[in-house]
């Protein structure tokens, strides 16, 4: 079993903004098999499917971004999901927007989320699927910029990107499933 994480912090005010690029990604993923994310439960909405043959959990914490790691702990405590098949979807602005890195492992970097995620699991090795932001613009500081609306002319851009981060997620977990 798998789980997959789209990193955004809760409520409509931040639906489109640069920090719910995680979000927007598992939506799109959602959408294209099936998966509705109905269910309350460990700080989070999740639902069940398959992607690739295999069962995956996708869920979307509802604490803001700089707690995801409750959520996450939480649901791979209750479906005994080790942290190698959590794949975690969120935005970068160290990447060039509308592209993404997809990485086994790593850092958590600047990015609140996936310390509160690394420091709760107690482990830096799960794969993570990088959507880029970047570079914040010279007007804006960091939050302010990540909390700020994605322009409407820049949002097929980020719609590639979270295409190509679907493809990316279902690429590990096929691979996967093909090496075993």
Same mark, same amino acid.
């Given at each position: 079993m798998w789980i997959i994480a789209g990193l955004g912090n809760p409520g409509r005010q931040y639906m489109y903004t640069w920090h719910n690029m995680g979000f927007l990604a598992v939506d799109m993923l959602c959408e294209k098999h099936g998966i509705s994310l109905d269910k309350d439960k460990f700080k989070g909405m999740y639902g069940k499917g398959k992607i690739a043959g295999q069962d995956v959990i996708v869920i979307k914490p509802v604490t803001f971004m700089n707690l995801s790691g409750e959520c996450l702990v939480e649901a791979s405590r209750f479906f005994k999901v080790d942290p190698a098949h959590i794949i975690v979807v969120y935005d970068d602005i160290? &990447?060039? +927007?509308?592209?993404?890195?997809?990485? !086994? *492992?790593?850092? #958590?970097?600047? =990015?609140?989320?996936? +310390?509160? &995620?690394?420091? %709760?699991? $107690?482990?830096?090795?799960? !794969?993570?699927?990088? &959507?880029?932001? $970047? !570079? /914040? !613009?010279? =007007?804006?500081? %960091? /939050?302010?910029? /990540?909390?700020?609306?994605?322009? +409407?002319?820049?949002? %097929?851009?980020?719609?590639? #990107?979270? /295409?190509? @981060?679907? @493809? #990316?997620?279902? $690429?590990?977990? @096929?691979?996967?499933? #093909?090496? *075993?």
């Open positions: 160290d &990447i060039k +927007k509308g592209t993404i890195r997809v990485r !086994p *492992k790593g850092s #958590a970097g600047t =990015h609140n989320g996936m +310390k509160s &995620i690394i420091q %709760l699991l $107690g482990t830096e090795n799960f !794969p993570r699927v990088r &959507i880029g932001t $970047g !570079p /914040v !613009p010279e =007007h804006f500081d %960091l /939050v302010n910029y /990540v909390l700020s609306e994605v322009p +409407k002319e820049e949002r %097929l851009t980020m719609n590639d #990107a979270f /295409v190509e @981060a679907c @493809a #990316a997620i279902e $690429g590990i977990i @096929a691979n996967e499933s #093909a090496n *075993k």
